[in-house]
């Protein structure tokens, strides 16, 4: 959405990361008012409304909405799904829109950040539930088809950058740890098993 609102409104050959801030800005904010509006029926939801305006607000959250770290869209789709699952707590038998809805937002949060891959284990005995729990037919194929969404999109998203955790602290270690205070590198390379000319 970014890159295409930058070419509307913005120089098509140089991309304005404001515009990219002020896509966060505008996602947040709709985040954020769907979660004080499915919270509304708390006994206590001025407190949890003043709680989120001000943890939710912090600049250690809000700073990142102007950049391209994997952060924002974390976060913001951690927001939404949120929202929806507190909604769906609220429900005696859940329908098949809200059920939809929270799936599309749980495949957006694993696949924001390889760290969420692992949630895909829980939110899928999530989805287990609103199976349980749906209100017809349509509902129920929903939440089965979700949690076999779910549990793909987890192991894609881990599949998907296997080899670069694995290699990199290997690189590091070598490059970065051993070589520099090596007295003969070289010798330490062929010691590794590698030579000079071996490109990494």
């Known amino acids: 959405m970014a890159v295409t ?14 515009v990219f801030g002020a896509t966060h800005a505008v996602l947040f904010m709709l985040a954020l008012a769907r979660l004080l509006w499915v919270t509304r029926a708390l006994a206590k939801y001025r407190i949890a409304w003043a709680l989120m305006l001000l943890v939710l607000t912090d600049v250690g959250y809000v700073a990142y909405w102007n950049s391209l770290y994997m952060e924002p869209a974390s976060c913001l789709w951690f927001l939404f799904l949120l929202a929806e699952s507190i909604d769906l707590c609220n429900r005696e038998r859940v329908s098949i829109g809200p059920v939809l809805r929270w799936n599309v ?23 287990l539930g609103l199976a349980w729990r749906a209100s017809d037919r349509k509902a129920r194929y929903a939440a089965v088809a979700g949690i076999v969404t779910t549990c793909l999109t987890g192991v894609l998203m881990y599949r998907s950058v296997l080899p670069a955790p694995r290699v990199m602290p290997l690189y590091d270690a070598v490059f970065f740890g051993m070589l520099p205070e090596s007295q003969d590198p070289q010798a330490d390379l062929r010691a590794l098993g ?3 000319a071996t490109r990494w």
């Open 5 to 18: 609102l930058n070419r509307i409104f913005a120089n098509p050959k140089v991309f304005d990361i404001t």
């Open 194 to 196: 590698s030579t000079p």
């Open 105 to 127: 937002f749980a495949a957006l949060w694993i696949t924001a950040k390889v760290q969420n891959t692992p949630l895909s284990i829980p939110l899928a005995v999530f989805d």
